[in-house]
């Protein structure tokens, strides 16, 4: 693409041109952008800025690449009145997002007992293509998870009312309209919620092995030497449906409202029509799904982790440091233009990053900010970070979700072995666990960008500052 | 003979591209080609068969529907397809029969795809018939 100009550091425009509205604008340091170049993301940048109603800039995080619609790593706010909602914006796998767990461990009291942590897990967390889990559901109690998230969870014993706290929303879109989603998607869901699927989701145990902020590691309740349990998964089948099952709609009202794009998948609605709203009340079921499903999980990492060393809640401490979501639309307010003004806010392989004294930010954490959570690849950093004001005047409140791929699952699988790679990785004291070895290859570190990299220019351009690294001790892949 | 489809690079997620001589070949070989990221088959005994009906606002979309119903039948009633017959198919429906199946046992997952996308789907007319580029997100 040409014509990007640099406008700082870390910042680089693309022009308004064509059927753009707004400017695209892209976070990342002159060595990424190089290759950012190379596949199609930018082109996707340009297309998002074409949404009716896209205010401020199309925006792409350090880790963005090539997606479908939008590209991974992008961010776009709507105007409530003249703008529109895209379940592209969103992705299949709604409210996929990453769940931090905090315990009172220190690596060198278990490191050991790691490799029997790590099929512990395994068996305790029904992971691989399609895995179906420990609870099955009839429809009306598939209702109750869309409209309670990890909430119903809690309920049913898997957790503990605390664990809500320090979840985003609560552990729950009070927005959500359990009626909304089709047979399909409960068909789907029914016989998945606790489970972790395959691709890149997974569970990590990691060790905290160095802090950058003492105060605000402090707060979060991190300190060195500390073994965190990490959980990436989302909404699994119902939330892939419920995707497909609006962008048909949605394709019907582009044709209504005379609405034009350059690509098919960013089809989308008036956010005040009716399909608009409904694909709202449905999305947020299934991020309500995702939330209950990373609670369950949650349930089982500490049954697992207090029968493989024998001990008990309070031995353990197994609190939640943060849930938060990469892959949703939120109606969020914002400044714009010196006003304040209430906005859809689009994040696709982005993670909110609201800054201290911001009301959704938990009380807990206020002072300092909202966490965020940045998974690395297995065999990586992955970082605590927290969010800034700088991000809520630049990007909607928003920083990267990840390292991002570099390299197609094709390429990675025949550049090395699932088997290879399990010895590499074992031989770097990770234990790794996996229901595929193909599915691990397609995973390879070497297939995504340097996540230091990532959350550096995240950092320098202030849109999150680093709290603490952590390094993985064992990893669960499905 | 070049086959009816081969897998394209794409860097998140997985594309194929898929050709046919006719609008009812094309889909057969995506159908085939999808199946064939999704699973291997095995072993003997009794096959599964089905019948699909679908109608849909264009072709695009109808590939999109096609694809996504042996993807459901995948997923949720566990069940993948050898044989794809399209029987009838105008631009806007479809009438096929899926043969040669297997379930459980007989089935070796590869991998999930979560859903077919209409990233840049056109179906593209030519002088040797017809040809689409897909990607699955997976």
């Not at chain 1, 952008?33 to 109603?53: F, H, K, S, T, Y």
């Not at chain 1, 709507?78 to 529109?84: H, L, R, S």
């Not at chain 1, 399609?130 to 559901?137: A, D, K, P, V």
């Amino acid at each position: 693409m040409d014509g990007i100009k640099k406008l700082g550091e870390n910042l680089w425009e693309i022009p308004r041109t064509g059927a753009m509205n707004v400017p695209g604008r892209v976070y990342a340091s002159e060595a990424m952008m190089e290759r950012i170049r190379r596949d199609r993301a930018l082109e996707q940048v340009a297309n998002v800025a074409a949404l009716p109603g896209i205010v401020g800039a199309s925006l792409a995080m350090p880790d963005i690449h090539w997606g479908y619609g939008f590209p991974i790593g992008g961010v776009a706010a709507t105007a409530m009145e003249d703008g529109v909602v895209s379940p592209g914006g969103v992705g299949y796998d709604i409210s996929c997002g990453v769940r931090l767990l905090r315990s009172n461990l220190i690596k060198s009291e278990v490191e050991s007992k790691i490799p029997a942590l790590a099929d512990a897990l395994f068996r305790a967390v029904p992971s691989g293509v399609g895995s179906t889990g420990r609870i099955h559901l009839k429809r009306e109690e598939m209702k109750k998870v869309f409209e309670k998230g990890a909430r119903w969870a809690v309920e049913r014993a898997y957790g503990d009312r605390e664990d809500l706290e320090t979840c985003e929303e609560g552990g729950f879109l009070e927005s959500a309209d359990p009626d909304l989603p089709s047979a399909r998607s409960v068909e789907s869901g029914k016989d998945q919620l606790g489970t972790l699927g395959s691709g890149n989701h997974f569970l990590e145990i990691q060790e905290v092995d160095e802090i950058y902020d003492e105060r605000t590691a402090r707060v979060f309740g991190l300190f060195p030497g500390q073994v965190t349990v990490m959980v990436h998964t989302g909404s699994r089948g119902c939330g892939y449906q419920i995707c497909d099952d609006y962008l048909k709609v949605m394709r019907e009202s582009v044709r209504r409202h005379g609405i034009t794009l350059p690509d098919p998948q960013l089809s989308c609605a008036p956010l005040s029509s009716r399909e608009g709203r409904e694909y709202l009340g449905a999305m947020a079921s299934a991020a309500n799904f995702a939330r209950a499903n990373r609670q369950a999980i949650t349930h089982w990492v500490r049954e697992a982790f207090m029968r493989t060393l024998g001990v008990g809640p309070n031995d353990l401490r197994m609190g939640v440091l943060y849930d938060v979501c990469h892959n949703v639309a939120k109606i969020e307010e914002h400044e714009i233009g010196g006003k304040r003004t209430r906005v859809c806010v689009h994040r696709k392989g982005a993670t909110r990053a609201f800054p201290a004294g911001h009301p959704d930010v938990p009380e807990r954490y206020r002072s300092v900010g909202q966490p965020v959570l940045i998974p690395g690849t297995m065999g990586t950093w992955s970082y605590v970070a927290v969010g800034t004001e700088r991000a809520m005047k630049e990007t909607f409140g928003t920083t990267c979700h990840g390292a991002g791929r570099a390299m197609s699952r094709t390429q990675a699988a025949k550049q090395i072995e699932g088997h290879k790679l399990w010895k590499e990785l074992e031989e770097r004291n990770i234990s790794v666990r996996t229901a595929s070895y193909r599915g691990l290859a397609e995973e390879a570190p070497f297939a995504y960008k340097d996540v230091n990299e990532v959350v550096d220019v995240c950092h320098q351009a202030g849109l999150s500052l680093k709290v603490a690294r952590l390094k993985p001790l064992a990893v669960v892949k499905g | 003979m070049r086959p009816g489809f081969e897998i394209i690079p794409h860097t998140a997620d997985i594309g194929l591209r898929v050709r046919g001589k006719t609008l009812a070949a094309l889909f057969e070989n995506a159908a085939r080609g999808m199946t064939s990221l999704l699973a291997e088959m095995k072993g003997t005994g009794r096959e599964k068969s089905a019948n699909v009906r679908l109608s849909s606002d264009g072709p695009e979309s109808l590939l999109v529907d096609w694809l996504g119903e042996i993807l459901y039948k995948f997923t949720v009633k566990r069940a993948a397809y050898s044989r794809f017959k399209v029987t009838a198919l105008s631009p806007r429906a479809l009438s096929a029969r899926l043969s040669g199946g297997r379930a459980g046992p007989g089935l070796r997952a590869l991998r999930e795809i979560k859903a077919v996308t209409y990233h840049g789907l056109k179906i593209k007319k030519m002088k040797e018939g017809y040809a689409a580029d897909i990607i699955f997100d997976v």
